[in-house]
Structures are given as C-alpha cells and as structure tokens.
C-alpha cells in the first residue's frame, strides 16, 4: 500500500498536536542512521522541538522556509540518512508546487522517505505523493489505571494519494510494540456516502 | 626556568593563587609580596589569611598553564631546535651549539629574559652542560648562572639537596641524615649510599640524581613536534574585489599538501591582503578531517560575500587551520563512498551555510530534569552520547522554555480540571501521576522549586505535560505556578 521513499505531506489539526508526529515516526523506522530534522522559527517556538532518546537526530534550526527546503534538498543528496522531516509553518511563498515538485524528486532518486509538516497550514496545490491529516483521538483504556490515558489513537485521513485509494482510519498506536494498527474506518452516514466524490477527488 | 602567572595587580599586593586540596583551598602559588609575608605553596588558604589578612586569593587555572607552557615551548624554538616542557612551571632548552647565533651565552640569555619578559613572564634562566644542573641553577642559583663543562661539582655544591629533583621525604631524610648540600652528599662514600638507596626510584634515588646532574648518566630531552602548517598563497598581478576564481586552484593545491603529508584539514581559513594594507578573513570549519578539494571549495559557497574587498586585494592566503592525520581506507568493495562520509558532508555544507549553532546533535545527559538531560551541540563537535533508558514515559515534543498556564479548580494534590493555554479552555479529561522531580541542589540555585508532573488528556484528545512548580507553603514564593512542558502523541 505505501512506498517507502518519496514526499508526503501531513497536517496535523491543532498546533499542540504531537500525534502527527509519532505517526511519522512509525512510517520511517525501518532504516538505520539519523534523521534529519529542520524547523523553521515558528514551527519552533510553537510546537517546541523534537525530545526522542531512542533517535538519533541531526536537527537543523533555520528561521525562514526557504532556509529549511534548502536544508531538506541538501539532506536528500546524503546517502547516510534514513529520513528527512521538515516542518514549516503555514503556507510561506517559497513552499510551491516547485519546491515540493524538487523534494519528491529527490527523495524518490535518492530512496530517502522526505516529510513535511505542515502546522496552521491549509493543504495548497502540492506536489506531495501522500498528504495526510492526523487528529488525536482521546486515547485506549489504560491496562492498570481507568483514570491514566493509555495508548494513542488518532484519526488518520489519507486525503491525497498517488499510490492508494484515500480513506479515513482510526489508528491506535500501541506503544510497546511500536506498531501502529488502523483498525475501523468510520462507517457513518455522511461519510459513507461521501465516499464516491471522495474517491474522485483523490484520482484529479 | 621559571613561569609564573602574569597578575594585573600591584606588585605589592599579596596576591596568591589556590586550587582544592583535600580540606579547603590550598596556596599553588604567591607573587613576591606574599612571598615576603611568609606565605609558602602547599599552606591552607584559611592559615595564611590569618598570618597576612589582605591577603588575596585567586583560583589557579592548572590547565591552563599547561596549555600555555605548550606553547611558550614551541614559541621558544626560536632560540634552539630542541625544547621540552619540564614540570609545570618549567621549560628545559638544548642550546647546544646555538648560542653563537645569538653572541654567546651571556647574550642569549639576557635577550631570552627579554623576550620573556615583553610576554609578561618573568624567569630564572640558567646554563648548564646537563639538565639537572641547570634545574639546580635556575631555581636555587645565582641570577643567570652560566656553568661550564669542568665547573659542574663546584657549582653545585653549596646547593641545597633538595636541588636535585627529589622528592619531599628523601629531602627530608637527607636533612635528617645531616646531608644538607649537595657537596655534603657528594663527600659521602658512593657505596653505601648506593646500598641505602638501591632500591628507590629515580625521585627518591639521590646517587642517580647526583649522577645526572653531574652528566654520568645521560638524560636526554625528548621534544614534541609541533603541528605542521598547511598554507598556499597566491600574489596577484593587480588588485582584484572577487577571489571566487582563484578559490579552484588554492583549494586544489592546498588539498595536494596535505595528501602529500597525509593530513586532512579541519578549519580552513581564507585570508585577502587589501591594498589599503588591511586583511579580511572567512573561515569555514569541517566536522571530519578532509581534503577533498571539491568539497572544500563547496563550503565556501555562501561565504565569499563576506569578504570586505575594499578597494581591492593584491595577495591571497589559504590556510588550513587544523590538520589531523587521515588515512586512507577502503570501506566497500565496490567503488561506492561510505555513508559516514555523505554525513559528514552534509554536516560541513549545513554548517557553513547555516552556522554552527543552527546544527545540532543530542547530547545526552544524567539527569531527572528533562531539560537538562539533553542538550544540543554543535554537529561538528560529534558528541556521540547514548540516552540512559528512563522508566517512566516521556513526551516526544519539549516546549522551550515551559509556557505558564492559567488553571481552574486546582486541588492541592492533583492537576486542575481545567487550564487555559494560549487562549483556549482546555478540560482534563484523564490524568496520570504525579511523577515528582525534585530540584538538584548540587547544581540549582537555591529556592528553586520541585515539580509535579501530569501527563494529562485534555477532552478534545490531545495529550499534554503538565506540572506544578512548588507546593503550598513550601517557603520558596507564593502559590505554585503550572506549565506545560511537552506534547505527547
């Protein structure tokens, strides 16, 4: 169903929702070497930056978009990466169908996965093979605690997609195995009528 | 010859500098005054502040010095090939056949005090056929001894013994044994000396000692090689505002320098000499030793817009500021580059386009306070720390710094039903904790507050970490404050 290497895009709902950011993490484990990791100021200053002991991360902090697209090509030339995440925030000019265009194209060339997040973004023309939409769900049942959050769901839509058919999943992330499950898709009404419009939307 | 530390204060002003001994600061080493005042090294601080209480107390800088003694020694290869440092506080010369360069022993030295002196230092200087008779003179000497080969014995011996590089208890065993000078030992019959003795080392060995400094038994001075300098330069016919087209060739020859030495570079510098006599300097920095000229001369991409050409420059250096010896490996069989080397690539063309601070790795830490637990360094430093395992959950995403939250309904142990953050009313819906990190006091300040972790789910789905900072009636400021630390998936 998924490629390994190429551009995808994904819009977490809120600003404080860090859920999008493990989804990531789950698609780009399976490669040794670090990550590299670019932010712009905003992204920064308002989602804070990335705490994960178990990755090892080269972070670059630029302060324009442009800076971090120059930062993303420069990684995707790297043979030594496993993945290139950026995150910008909003839509700056310098983000085009160009700019997206190049990114895929070398990720793709290169076989290095490439990420964009996109915060306080809406989902513009994009050259972008995968966009998604991340939303956190409130969570599992925790094992021992009714009171404690457990394990993470999310509300994962795939609304853009070269590869696959779009849809729209409830993934529960299970923590101990480092999994993600995407169990249920949403079978109510609306949405199940929507399906057809949704399908061909996906395919223009 | 003897260093000691250049203070900007009168000299005479008792002045000493101390390091941590076992019970409380103890004197490394006083200026003339304290001296004067009857203040030795090796006293405790809080003893000499009784005997002389304007006393003033500076903390030694041990490495430091030796840093600085490493250099003074290459520095003083201008008088001869052959210098070594010699303890902390010294340096020994092989002046061996040089002297004459400089009109003789009496002159070299005094134009050496000179030298030392415009750098601030001052020195014992003396001459001696054998290292361990020119310890002797400098240190317990007459001013700028000078000792021929024959006058060795005679020179020697209305010193104390403590001249011939021993330790403190066989100094104090001689004294004991009513060896007071070296001539005193010297008259002693070498037999039984050499029984009593047989058996010490060479700093509790007097009859070894006196052999050296007397030139039986040989010492030579093992000198360090200085580092060797990579530059190449390149005179131009007439004043030129652009060095871009030259930048190709320095960087190639530079390059075939160093694979001729087998170096790489670390920091290169490129230097233009403006006609109006000034000099404007770049520098990029590489995070593995290279000297691939092709991607040497990459670095400089954005960095060449930086230099002030003035009016025009007539002469161009590239220096290579830091070498370290590479060698050459095959890592892969079939012709492809390494992965280590594209990373470490991308980590030099981040830098010198982004700067060094922009570049980050992890570094991990022990500690419980998450903040402090990582910190970013540069990229190029390659710090490679592996994170301790914590048993508890941590957030994936840290705010930097913590954001203050306004909270409703706050019970005294708990986290409040409901917070506003950045606007917004956000309800807690589930919670778990608290996890308590106390702050450390070894490195806090003090009144710094304990925390109170939550990690709390918020009714819309959201995952945060929360904590209180301090308790009620704690003592440490008024009611607790909460933040919002980090996001969780």
Known sequence: ????????????TTVMDAGALRFVLTRIRSRTGPVLWVQDRLSRKEAGHPYLPELSLLRVDVTRAVDVLRAMEDGLRCKGLSAVIGEIWGNPCALDFTATKRLAMRSESGDIPCWLIRRAASPDLSAARERWRVTSLPSAPHPDDPAAPGDPCWRVELFRSRYARPGEWVASYDSAADRVDFSA???????????????????? | MKERANDAPPDDMPVV????????PVIHAANRAARIAGIAAGARVVDMRAVCPDLRV???DVAGDRVALGRLVLWARRWCPWTAADGADGMVLDTTGSDHLLGGEASMLDEMETRLSQLGLSAKLAIAPTWGAAWALARYGPVRAICGADEISAQLAPLPVSALRLSGET?????????????????VPRLPLTRRFARSGLQDNPVLRLDQAMGRLGEPISSAEAAPRFQVHRPLPEPIADPTPYLPDLCRDLCAQLAGAGFGCRRLHLTVYRTDGEISTVGVATSAPSRDADHLLRLFDDKLERIDPGFGFDQITLEAGTVEKIDIVQTRLDGEADEDLHLTRLVDRLTARFGSRSVTRPVWRESHVPERAESWSSALADVRTLPRPTPK??????????????????VPEGPPAQFVWRRQTLRVARYAGPERIAPEWWQDRPGTRLRDYFKIEVQSGQRFWLYREGLHGDGRGGDPRWFVHGMFA
């Open chain 1, 185 to 204: 898709p949403f079978r109510d009404g609306a949405l199940a009528k929507g399906e057809g419009a949704r399908e061909r939307r996906a395919a223009g």
């Open chain 2, 171 to 187: 100094v104090l065993l001689l004294r004991r044994l009513g060896l007071k000078t070296i001539g005193a030992l010297t008259d």
């Open chain 2, 393 to 410: 959950e941590r957030p994936i995403r840290l705010l930097h710094p913590p954001e203050e939250v306004r909270v409703f309904y706050a």
């Open chain 1, 1 to 12: 169903m998924f490629r390994a290497a190429t551009l995808s895009e994904v819009f977490p």
């Open chain 2, 17 to 24: 500098l101390a390091t941590e001994g076992p019970h409380g």
């Open chain 2, 58 to 60: 500076e903390y030694a």
